[in-house]
């Protein structure tokens, strides 16, 4: 059986481990969005994590108990005392910072496109019964999200008045 270590708080391992650094990911209606993030490799434990580690070993038999290395990305901004946000990340470690952070920072876009989904191109309007029914709605839906997402990306698109 391999060594295991002893397991630690999620903020004593980042106050102990972590190395900032500052990373700008866009720029947002009240000027440039930056802020410091570390990046560290964790072994998660508890029941979910140990379930998953299982699956992937294909089974009981095979795994040795040893849990898998996982990204996690830390937010703490300069005027924070401790951390703000925490993203586990199943890209490589590897991975530029810069990179996780402006994918971990998505979510407003996808809130926004999800709403736009729903309220204005119908998402939640199918009323049918069938499955088929169903994935032809969701189908054509999504299609026109992304004709629309690809004419508010085309700088020489005529928008109306």
Known sequence: MPDREAPRSLPGLVAEAAVFEEVTWRQGGKGTMTSRFAVLQVRPSGKEACRAAQEQAGGRGRWDGVLPLRTLLVEQPEEAGEPTGYWMINLPAATATADLVRWA?????????????????????????????????????????????????????QMPA
């Open 105 to 157: 920072k998505m979510r407003r876009r996808i809130e926004h496109d999800y709403r736009e989904l729903k309220h204005g191109l119908g998402l939640d309007h199918f009323e049918g019964r069938t499955w088929r029914g169903w994935r032809h709605h969701v189908t054509l839906v999504t299609a026109a999200q992304a004709f629309l997402t690809l004419r508010r990306l085309d700088p020489e698109a």
